[in-house]
């Protein structure tokens, strides 16, 4: 059981890129003046003069001299690496999970240090589930958030601050720390009670309070990023406070212009929206989303709400150029069931055709879409399952796979969602960090 950890351990401190060779051969000079130094005094004592018969035994004077010397040396090499083992362990204890095998971890580490660049656009539940999904296999991972909000807790920041809302934000950011699920227990936890506080979720005030702190909500979630040790970065994409509305089309074929991201899908049920945009419209979009897309090796639009969460990224101009420009596979993980009030009788193809209608670009060329589809309906009312397309359509390339979470079947297991895109990624580009 020994053999193995010793193996990746002396594998991991000698990697290239660790940036520790240079100071272990240094040491490695020291230890060896240091035995030199020592091996001078035990050679003047031994001829100064005679000693005890035992000495001789002591001292394996019976033996030749060079098979002394390579039993010393391996003795030697032995203990070196047994204390080298040890004080890794011991080092590296305080940042592993108990009884976890060390070497791996750390070497698992290195691994997600040198995966694939990838970014994730969306917002809402949809994004943390892709998000959770992909971190075991890469830390550079950036998602590019929505910043329309405009419902509960991020609502109200929004309107008292003039904060982008921090909902979203908070979502991902507890998705990609190292420590999840105490920092999504946390972030998710909202006042029952309190005069100001009551409906809010602490997380929501804790990007509040580090706009405070930084002086901005965008160096307040820069902040957040390190602070919270995420495997990745959560960025806007834009700064500006946009507000999104929709034209929707009754049975009759009545126009109604609806405002505001919370509204859309409670006004929207029953009619078929037309399309959405941004007031204003044509918002910069955050310099450093567009260099993240830019070096991307692939980039990933949803899953989640697609008319409120994801199109609403793709309605910044420079965001959409970016990914036409970009040289990344580009995927689109499309919904397991409808929204009622957005994507009402919905296939995988409307939901394709509705992106490329808003971006004015061709941007996704693969699909990823779930094959397992439920003979029950799904259990939330008003919803469906997204069938896949009742004939082929020209394109883009769909590839399938069994998505559900079992606990919640109109939702994406991350776990599937994660192996199946990385999968695919391996096929299109070849091993990644071989």
């Known amino acids: 059981m020994r053999r193995p950890f010793l193996f990746r351990s002396l594998r991991l401190w000698l990697t290239p890129g660790i940036h520790i060779k240079r100071w272990l051969v240094l040491l490695l000079v020291g230890i060896t003046m240091i035995s030199l ?62 009884g976890a095998d060390v070497a791996a971890q750390v070497y698992w580490h290195r691994r997600r ?14 994004m943390p589930s892709v998000l959770r999904g992909l ?34 934000f908070r979502n991902n950011l507890a998705a990609l720390s190292e420590a999840e699920e105490i920092t999504r227990r946390l972030f998710q936890y909202r006042f029952p009670a309190g005069t100001g506080l009551k409906g809010h979720a602490f997380g929501n005030l804790y990007l509040a309070a580090m706009a405070g702190v930084t002086g901005s909500f965008e160096q307040g979630l820069l902040m957040s990023n390190r602070v919270l040790a995420v495997r990745g970065l959560v960025l806007p994409s834009t700064l500006a406070l946009v507000q999104l509305v929709a034209d929707v089309e009754d049975e009759e074929g009545r126009i109604q212009r609806i405002r505001g991201e919370s509204l859309i899908p409670k006004l929207g049920r029953g009619r078929r929206i037309r399309r959405v945009y941004l007031e204003p419209d044509n918002p910069p979009a955050y310099p450093e989303s567009i260099k993240a897309i830019l070096n991307a090796d692939m980039i990933i639009a949803g899953p989640g709400s697609l008319y409120t969460s994801v199109i609403p990224n793709l ?7 970016a990914i036409a420009a970009s040289r990344a596979l580009k995927i689109y993980v499309c919904n397991i069931a409808t929204q009622p009030g957005e994507t009402d009788g919905y296939d995988v193809h409307d939901h394709l055709m509705a992106l490329e209608a808003h971006a004015n670009h061709k941007l996704f060329h693969y699909v990823l879409a779930n094959d397992r589809i439920p003979h029950r309906p799904p259990p939330r009312e008003g919803s469906e399952w997204v069938a896949l397309p009742r004939k082929h359509h020209g394109g883009y390339r769909l590839f399938t796979a069994d998505l559900q979470d079992r606990e919640q079947p109109w939702r994406h297991d991350p776990e599937k969602m994660g192996r199946a895109l990385m999968e695919f990624f391996q ?7 071989t």
Request: glycine share 12%; proline share 9%; net charge positive.
């Open 135 to 168: 971190k075991p296999y890469t830390a550079n991972i950036t998602a590019i958030v929505t910043v329309a909000d405009d419902g509960g807790s991020s609502g109200r920041l929004r309107r008292e601050m003039g904060l982008l809302p921090p909902g979203d």
């Open 315 to 321: 309605l910044v101009p420079e965001i959409a150029e």
């Open 37 to 98: 130094g020592l091996a001078y005094l035990l050679r003047a004592l031994y001829l100064a003069g005679p000693y005890p018969p035992f000495f001789y035994w002591l001292t394996l004077q019976f033996l030749p001299h060079a098979v002394r010397a390579a039993l010393f040396g391996l003795t030697g090499v032995g203990i070196t690496i047994w204390a080298f083992v040890k004080l890794s362990e011991s080092l590296l204890e305080p940042f592993t999970k108990p």
């Open 427 to 433: 096929r299109q580009r070849g091993e990644w960090n």
């Open 113 to 126: 240090q040198q995966g694939p660049r990838i970014v994730c656009i969306g917002g809402g539940t949809g």
